[in-house]
């Protein structure tokens, strides 16, 4: 079961032109995030994120006590900073690179683990095989929380059950960067479909949820 979870504007942004995106949706919403990501096995971004943004990926909640989930990150040509949070904790939560090419021996000595997957040309790794191949690794329940990039990559290859999307009370504009890239559709019936299941308030911002029709 794969969750892809976006924190937008209104107008589908995630981030300034700039790369400035803390935060766009308020307390709440990055409270339920956390709730998110304890309901799954691991929580898989690009590695653009990894370095624009030092994420730790945990769950970060005043009362959880359970485990953290894995990390996973999307990064073909390991550009994965050694000195990051992701990479220093590697140790304390299995973390995951997913490459195209056997692991550099830097990060294998952070404690890094190596999933190799097929390339589908120019370092993009096959997502359908990297799923399956992080099946078999016991991670079933995926929480993607990467960027636009990423978010277009699932929807293209049809690997997304459920969106999970925030969206705060602001306008960024067409100059911001899109929570999603390009889908390359030509025909409207060729776009990925959804139906939503919920939506509420969040403080300011709404969360809606939808699930692959």
């Known amino acids: ?20 995106s803390r935060w766009i949706t308020g307390p709440a919403a990055r ?7 304890a309901a799954h096995d ?7 994120t990894a370095i624009a943004d030092d994420p730790a990926l945990t769950v970060r909640l005043e009362s959880y006590s359970g485990p ?36 550099d021996p830097i990060l294998a000595e952070a404690g890094l683990r190596p999933v190799l997957a ?10 359908v095989e990297v799923v399956a191949l992080l099946k078999a690794a016991g991670l079933s329940r995926l929480f993607v929380e990467g960027g636009g990039q990423v978010a277009a990559s699932f929807l293209r ?12 009370p602001l306008v960024i504009g067409g100059e911001g960067r899109p929570a999603i ?14 139906r939503r299941v919920d939506i509420q308030a969040l403080g300011d911002d709404i969360w809606e949820r939808y699930e692959r029709i």
């Not at 409270?31 to 990501?37: F, G, P, Y």
């Open 42 to 48: 691991a929580v898989l971004i690009g590695v653009e």
């Open 31 to 37: 409270e339920q995030t956390h709730r998110l990501r």
């Open 1 to 20: 079961m794969i969750t892809l979870k976006l924190a937008t504007s209104l107008d589908g942004r995630i981030a300034t032109a700039s790369g400035e």
């Open 68 to 103: 953290q989930p894995a990390r996973i990150i999307l990064d073909s040509r390991q550009r994965l900073p050694r000195a990051g949070r992701l990479a220093g904790t590697a140790r304390d939560i299995p973390t995951y690179v997913v490459t195209t090419r056997p692991l």
């Open 181 to 194: 890239g390009a889908l390359a559709l030509t025909a409207l019936s060729a776009a990925p479909r959804l």
């Open 118 to 127: 097929p390339d589908l040309g120019e370092g993009r790794p096959d997502l």
């Open 157 to 168: 290859c049809g690997l997304v059950d459920r969106l999970e999307w925030f969206r705060a």
